[in-house]
Every structure is written in C-alpha cells, then in structure tokens.
C-alpha cells in the first residue's frame, strides 16, 4: 500500500492483538495470552448505514473511534467525555466483553494496547482533544501497571507510539508523562516477557518463540499462533525504531524465523500451523479447532515478513491463500475458503487480514481490491443506531460489546480511509501574496491511494470568491484526458466542473490533475477557492469518498516604501552596501549593481572612466520593475527583511571598474518599491592598489610602481594610467577617481592615504586648523623647508620657478616609521612629499626636506599646497629663518655630505643659549671624538668633524652616530 505523509510523520505504525469473533453460534474465545471469556456472538444482518456510505471509509473510522472511547474506563470520572458516571476501575484501560454501551467491569491489561491502537490510528488521520485524552489516559495506565499485569506485544508497541506523538515529545501536556518515561514503560514490558515466558529460565528469543506457540497449546493450535508471532515481532521492530543500538531488528527477525519454521516445516505435517497443510480446511459445525483462526493466521504470516522484510518469497502464496477466504461481498472467513454453504463471516476475521494488505510490502490489483472490498464490508456492518453518540461499534446479535473487535475493524477502516479514500487539492503556484494583474493559475489535483478504484467520474462545485476579474467557463481547461468535459456558471463566482470518461474504461488509476482554472488578480485582498460538494464515481458508478481542500491566497497591489542612505564603499574584489529601511511590508531587498562602462554595456570603463571617450554611466531606474527589465542593471543578490546590508564579490581582479547601486524594497507578492532618492557607487577595488602587484594592498610594489610613472602625462612613454586614481570626487582615498591623465601629487595623496589600507583601522590623529612652516636658509646655502607645529600633515606640493640641482629628505623626514615619497620632477623646483599609511600624519618636528638651488629662494616664490590625513587642504604659516635669524625650535640637522671621506660637517640650531655637547659615538656605545662641550647661543650652528677621534687618529670607515645635548634638548642622528 501507498503510505500517505500522515503516517510518515507520526512515526511507526503498530499491530495489535487479537480475540476472535466467528459469525456462528460456538465454541469459546480466547483474548490473547488470557483466560477464555465469554461466548461467539453472530453478526447482525447489514442495514443501511448512519453514515452514507460503506465507502465512506473516514466517516466509519471516526464513529468507530467515538465508540471505543465511550468503552473506556475514564482515568479520572468522565475525562474522556463518554458522559456517563459509571463504577469502572477508573484506570483508563478496556475491558473484555459487556452488554452495556460502556465500561462497567473489570479491566484487563492485556487488551489496552490491542484495544486503544483504533483511537490511535484514527487520531493519525484526525487528531482531536477526546481522543487525545483518551489515549494519555490508557498510556498512563500502561506505563503505572506492573509489567507482569500488562503483558502483551500490544501494549509496547501503543507505549512506544505514543512516545512519538509530538505534543508527547514537546512535553505540552502537564497531565502526560515523558516520551522517554512511555518508553522505558514499553522496554520493562518487553524485558519481563523475555525473562519470565520461556521456561527453566531459557531466555534465547528462539525460547522465547517456543514458549508463545507453547501458550496456545493444546486447546488452539491454529491461526492464532502465527498472529501472535506477527504481534512480538511488530513490538520489536518498533523497539528497534526507538533503540536503533538495542539489537531489537535481530531479535524479530528471529522470531520470524521460528514463526516460519512452525508455519513452513520441512516435513510437511508437523507444523503449528501450515498455510498449505492440515490447518487448510473447514467444518460445518467447528468441531476442528486446527481449521479455526486460518485466515487470522495467513494474515499474521504476511504482516509478519512484510514487517521484517525475512521470507518475503512466500508472500505471494500467503496473499493467494488468504484471498481464498475473501466471501464476493468482501467479508473473510474464520475458517478456510470462505465456504458459500456457510455463513463464516468475522469481523476480526476481515479486520486483520485488512492490516495485513495494508502494509504488505508486495501489494498487487488483486491485494489492492481485496483490501477494498473488505474495507467496504466492515462499513457495511457497522453499528447505525441514528445516534452518533451510540453508533459506530461493532455488536453482535445480542448486543454483545467487546472493545476490543470494535476497536481492531475501527483501525482498519482507519487503514482503508488512508489507502482508500483519494483527496481533491487544489494548489496555485507561485507567490503567495499575489500581485495584482497576473495570472494565478489554481489546479485541482487527484491524488489516490493504491486501493482507490479508478475515477471514472467526476462533478465538483466550485465557488471563487475574492479580488479577482469576472471568471467564465472558458477560463476552465481540462487537464486529464476526460470523454466528456463540462463547466456550468451558476452565476456568483460559483461553478459546476464535470467530466466522465464514456464506454469500458477503468477509470483515472494514479495521481493526476483534473482541471485548472486561470484567475487574473485585481485588488487588495484574499481570494478564496472552496470546494463546495463533489461527487466522484468509479467504473460501477459506486461513489468514491475523497477529501476535498480548497485554499485562499492573498493579493497585495501595494508596493513597500523606498529605501534611503545607499551607501557603497569599496574592498578588494567587493563592494559594500548599505541602506536604511523601516522594513514595513516587505519580504525581501533586492540589490542591483550598473557599471561605469565604455561604449559597450558590460565592459568597464577602468581606469579611464571620465578620460574615456564614450564612457557612460548606467541610467538609474525608475523602480524595481524597471531594474528588472534594464540591460544597464544586474541583479547582484538580495537579502531578507531586517538585514540592511550586502557584500558584492568578485572572484578576482579581472572585472574592476566603478559600479552604481540600487537597492528596492520587495513584498512577498513581488511588487518592488521605487527607487531611492539617491543611489551610490563605490570601485571594487583599492585605488592604488595597481597591477602587476594586485593583493588587495597598497605596498611597497605599488609606490615603486606610481615612482616609475610620476610626473607623466598621457602619450608619455612611462606613464601608465593604472597609477591616475587621484583626486576622487569626495577628496577621501575610497572615492571615484577624477582622472585627468596625469600621475601627479593627487595620485600621490591617495596612493599615501589607502597605503596598507587593509590592515586594522586606526583612530583617525586630530588634525590642526593651521600647520606653522619655517623656510630657513642653512650655512652652506641650502635651502629647508621646516614642520615648526601642528598635527595630522601628511602630503606637501611645493613649487617655485628657481632651478634646483637636488633634493634630499630633511631629520624629521627620516626619523618617520612610515614609508615616505620624496621625488621633485623637473629642473625646476616641484617637490611632493607624502607620508604613507591610512590616517597617518608626520610626527614630531624639523626639516622636512632640503633644496639646493642656483639662487636664493624666498618664500614668497614657493606654492605650497598642504595636505591632511583625510586629504583635506590645510592652512599654513610660514615663516623665513636665515643663518642669522633666531629660530624657533631646536634642530639637529642631517651631516652633509653624507657619505663623507674624511670631513661633514653637523648643523644645529638653538631657540636660546644653552650649554650643548656633541658627540660621535661607534655602533658598540663607545664616545669616538668629543666635537663640542660649550655653552652656543640663540641661532643656527655649525661643526666640522675630519673623521678623527680624540686621539687625533683617523678612524675606520662605518656608521656612526652623533648625539647633541643642550640643556632640555637632545637627539642622535646616524651618519656613514
């Protein structure tokens, strides 16, 4: 059989017990593994059912459900809401065999778990509070019991069941025991039985089987034997469900291997029970108990190897044999053959065999009929009374109740319903809301169980309501090749579909969409698709029970509101994006990336861009429907509501370029807000950052690169327009290059500020309002340019017309931990300066570098153009200091020359008197030559050293150090 997903999601399915109920006046009963109760009752004649149809299979299982549960003894005075007040044990378990339409008697524990297993499968396809209650109550009293009171494979496997239940698993009933405390119930059970069953204290599972076939002897060697194997092995299989690790699988495979040797000796004549040997047979009057139970016993075998999956070659035989015993009107017999002569019928004798072609692992057209027709006769002979409240049982002539049968044919019905009865649903793909104006095509589809009979008609009244545009017939299309196929307006939304199939034809035997009907949204609201009566035939004209579904969908025509604050900003290989939203009915935000491109979409315009004749920037987009429909635009991800950010990535370098982006707010049924205010646009790459040396940071490699380019124009043979990234448009190092074809100081700037831009942030260094520059004329003619105070400089331009012959970096210069660039290009003077590293400013004080020039300099001659950290222009003070002059800070200056061979000379400057020592000390500490230990006054200052040490000697070429120290001042320069 097809198992449908109800089952599936509940878990394992179990087998329950057995107390047989022949039609005939006879001999005793027994319930399983106890004493002999009461008498075999005849079933009543078939009436006409309280519940429409036998067919209606779901109808039967639900009335049968309510009645088991009335046959409850409540587990606290009327809980299950049976409505009587009665003076059963309170114990939530079943009793035996009564007269009254409730329980009044004793319980028995060996036929809860058979007898509640009907509500079980019943609350599968229909879960419902009563019936909840009533299954807690009759675990709680499994799981309260002594196990030597509960014996029986039913109860563990209804234990373990219930386990699985998910309200059992989620612990949401204050009145339920653990899941874990049902199943160490269940395990108690199982591990009394092992030890106690078996005699002498044997307790091998071959033992085990012995001792059960042994229970049965001498008074019913026949087909309750091999059911009775086939209930042990169900419980273990279902403990091997819950223990994976437990060694259960083995164990019931064992224990089929007992119930065919037993069943399938090999020498034909010794077995318990053979399906083809002496327990193959009938009496008129029951005088042989070996051919009592046959069908119970085929029917065992089968679910047993269909359970175990051991000896499934015979289960054709098995289902050939058992099929035998099916009467034309679907009843089977209690004893071989189904004998026409005599009136054999069972209702636990049709239950059972109903279990087994249910989870049969071979099921055929013929199984699946049988199941059919035998399903059809337990519907057929179930109690009516007119009263929902006392129908649904399963009596006798003489209003005999026993729980229990009732309970077994409720779950068959319950099988039935879910292999049986098809189901008509009806599914609308696509979004869920809907936009308004599209087209939401709604399908009905058939979806049968293995047993159901071919449909070989069909009416089904629909109605459709909602915000959609007027419906008419045509909008109806046939799906499923149909004879005949028909669609009646009946005005208001509601229509009358019809289809059949003409002549010999078995009818639609396997899932299939019937018809679909194509709805054109048209406003705000909910558009609902109801099923509102059906009538489905088979090829007999007999009606076919299904369960219909209809559904809603929503229609949203309203569009969130835009996005704002589009932010992109670049990294290697990535952009990121941000955005601000209210996140008010949308579902998603959609982001599209345009390139920058040149004349042809999709190709950058890198590294060009404004340079680049026919360059173009992508066309903003009105709205999201716009961005869709673009050649300009790419969607370039989406993320849901309340992330308000998005990474772009690129596998490598080779798709660099400037790209723009639009982000838009996306509800559920795909409408799309318009565009922001304002987008943004960012490079997807670190300006700087240049081939051959692209990493994903600006290094070394890089500035040798924008050295080898510097102060090159376009049609020069070195320049090279990867280098021409400055300046932005936002003046920052993350901006739009503005390229002008020229590799200059503003290339150099932002080279500077993205210089290991990848490594951790720093805190940005304050940066002064004003920079105070001194430009002071040394002793020997030179010409410097001074940092006197102020914070966070990081580039100078200085220009003038004056020729120079060369430019060296000052003391402060080199004193700096950074990388820093000192290049003037021409013969004229056109000094840049910058410091690299992000966010990083000169520190300290002094010459920042030193000019020699043909003629004398005056600061009014020199263009200065300053820069901060941020790239900002600074204002400065300058001021000029000749030798003469007083400065204003103290200064020890670079040797010059440096090399030197023998002689250099060591300039300093004072701001006032002061006692000063200067010395030239070896790499090892050692004091060389001691050059001055006086008292100098306010001014600039200079002191030749020849090379030689106090001693007069020459000493040996190297690097040393020479050190001044006046009064609060003191520095160390290094000269070779």
């Known amino acids: 059989m097809k198992f449908r997903a109800i ?41 006409d059912k309280a519940f429409g149809d036998p067919t209606d299979f779901k109808a039967a299982a639900l009335a049968g459900a309510n009645y088991v549960r009335y046959m409850q003894a409540d587990f606290t005075e009327d809980n299950a809401g049976n409505g009587f007040t009665d003076a059963d044990p309170d114990n939530g378990g079943f009793g035996w065999q009564t007269t009254a339409f409730e329980n009044t008697g004793a319980t028995y524990g060996n036929v809860w778990g058979i007898t509640i297993n009907g509500l079980y499968q019943v609350y599968l396809l229909e879960p419902s509070t009563p019936l909840y209650i009533a299954m807690r109550d009759a675990a709680n009293g499994l799981a309260a019991s002594l196990p030597s009171d509960v ?48 005699a002498s204290g044997n307790t091998s599972i071959y033992a085990f089987g012995q001792a059960i076939i042994e229970g049965r002897l001498p008074g019913l060697p026949n087909g309750i034997v091999a059911w009775d194997m086939a209930l042990w092995t ?137 199941f059919y027709d035998a399903a059809t006769w337990l519907g057929a002979v179930q109690e009516n009374t007119g009263l929902a409240e006392t129908s649904g049982g399963f009596l006798y002539s003489d209003t005999t109740h026993i729980p229990e049968v009732g309970s077994e044919c409720t779950a068959a019905l319950a099988y039935a319903a879910i292999a049986i009865n098809p189901s008509l649903n009806t599914t609308a793909p696509g979004p869920d809301p809907a936009q308004c104006g599209v087209t939401k095509t709604v399908t009905f589809d058939y979806d049968r169980g293995d047993a159901t009979p071919g449909l070989y ?104 509101g835009p996005v704002a604050d589009i932010t992109a900003a670049p990294r290697h290989n990535k952009v990121d994006v941000t955005w601000t939203h209210g996140g008010i009915d949308n579902a998603t935000y959609e982001i599209f990336r345009g390139l920058w491109y040149d004349t042809t979409i999709g190709v950058s315009a890198y590294p060009e861009y404004d340079d680049l004749t026919g360059s173009t920037i992508p066309t903003r987009p009105a709205n999201y429907a716009g961005a869709l429909a673009s050649g300009e635009w790419v969607h370039a991800g989406s993320v849901g509501v309340g992330t308000l950010n998005f990474t772009d990535t690129w596998g490598d370098a080779t798709s660099r370029g400037v790209y723009y982006y639009e982000v838009f707010a996306v509800d559920a049924a795909l409408n799309g807000s318009v565009a922001a205010a304002a987008n943004d646009r960012a490079t997807n790459y670190w300006l700087g950052d240049v081939p051959p040396y692209i990493d994903g940071y600006v290094k070394a490699n890089d500035i040798t690169v924008l050295g080898a380019c510097f102060a090159t124009s376009q049609g020069d043979g070195l320049y090279n327009n990867m280098c021409d990234v400055g300046a932005t448009d936002d003046w920052s190092r993350v901006g739009i290059p503005l390229t002008d074809s020229i590799i200059d100081f503003e290339d150099l700037m932002v080279f500077s500020m993205n210089y290991s ?24 003619g030179r010409w410097a340019l001074h940092l006197v105070g102020g914070t966070g400089l990081k580039g100078v331009h200085v220009r003038s017309a004056v020729a120079v012959t060369s430019v060296t970096e000052g003391d402060l210069l080199a004193s700096q931990a950074e990388m820093t660039f000192l290049v003037n290009t021409g013969d004229a003077m056109d000094v840049n300066l910058a410091l690299m590293g992000r966010d990083l400013g000169f520190v300290g004080t002094g010459e920042l570098f030193v000019i020699e020039a043909g003629a004398a300099v005056s600061p009014k001659e020199l263009s200065i153009d300053l820069r901060g950290t941020d790239n900002s222009k600074l204002d400065y003070t300058l001021d000029k200091i000749s030798g003469a002059d007083t400065p204003k800070i103290f200064n020890l200056g670079a040797n010059y020359p440096n090399p030197f061979n023998p002689m ?4 300093f400057s004072l701001p006032e008197a002061q006692d000063v020592m200067l010395a030239v000390y070896s790499l090892d500490g050692r004091k ?35 050190r001044i120290d006046a009064g609060p001042y003191s520095q160390v320069r290094k000269m070779t």
């Open 7 to 47: 089952l599936i999601i509940f878990g394992v399915i179990g087998i329950m017990a057995l107390a047989t109920v022949a039609a005939m006046a006879g001999g005793p009963v027994a319930s399983p593994e106890g004493v002999l109760q009461g008498e075999r009752g005849e079933i009543p004649f078939v009436t």
């Open 151 to 198: 014996t029986s494979a039913p109860n563990i496997t209804y234990l373990l069941n219930f386990s699985n239940l998910p309200e059992v698993i989620a612990g949401s009933d204050p009145l339920a025991l653990s899941s874990a405390a049902y199943k160490a119930a269940a395990v108690a059970i199982w591990d009394y039985d092992l030890d106690s069953r078996p």
């Open 234 to 370: 169900d419980a273990l299989m279902e403990l091997h469900g819950n223990y994976p690790a437990g060694g259960y699988d083995a164990l019931a495979d064992s224990l089929a291997d007992v119930s065919f040797i037993d069943s399938f000796p090999v020498v034909p004549g010794d077995g318990i029970f053979e399906p083809d040997g002496h327990n193959k047979g009938f009496t008129l009057d029951y005088s042989n108990v070996e051919f009592e139970m046959y069908t119970i016993g085929v029917a065992g075998l089968i679910r047993n190897f269909s359970r175990t999956g051991s000896h499934t070659d015979k289960l054709p035989l098995l289902q050939t044999l058992l099929l035998e015993c099916q009467y034309p009107d679907g009843a089977f017999s209690y004893q071989y053959g189904a004998t026409p002569d005599i009136n054999d019928r069972g209702y636990q004798d049709t239950a059972y065999p109903v279990w087994a072609l249910y989870f049969t692992t071979n099921s055929t057209a013929a199984t699946n009929q049988a």
């Open 457 to 560: 008609g069909y009416e089904v009244v629909v109605q459709i309501t909602g915000p959609v545009n007027t419906v008419v017939e045509g909008d109806f299309s046939v799906l499923t090749s149909m004879d005949y196929f028909q669609v009646v307006d009946n005005t208001g939304g509601q229509f009358t579909v019809n289809g059949s199939r003409f002549g010999t034809d078995p009818g639609i035997l396997a899932d299939a969409n019937l018809f679909d009907v194509d709805l054109v949204t048209s406003g705000d609201g909910t558009v609902d698709i109801s099923i509102v009566s059906y009538r489905f035939r088979d090829p007999d004209n007999v009606f076919i029970f299904a369960d219909m579904n209809g559904m809603d969908f929503v229609v949203d025509c309203t569009a969130p």
């Open 757 to 780: 831009v990848v490594t951790d942030a720093k805190t940005a260094p304050q940066i002064s309002q004003t920079i105070e520059l001194a430009w002071v004329q040394k002793d020997d």
């Open 904 to 907: 250099t000379k060591i300039n």
């Open 928 to 962: 060389v030559a001691t050059l001055l230990n006086e008292t100098r006054g306010a001014g600039p200052h200079e002191v030749v050293w020849m090379g030689r040490n106090d001693a007069g000697q020459a000493v040996a070429s190297g690097t040393y150090f020479y």
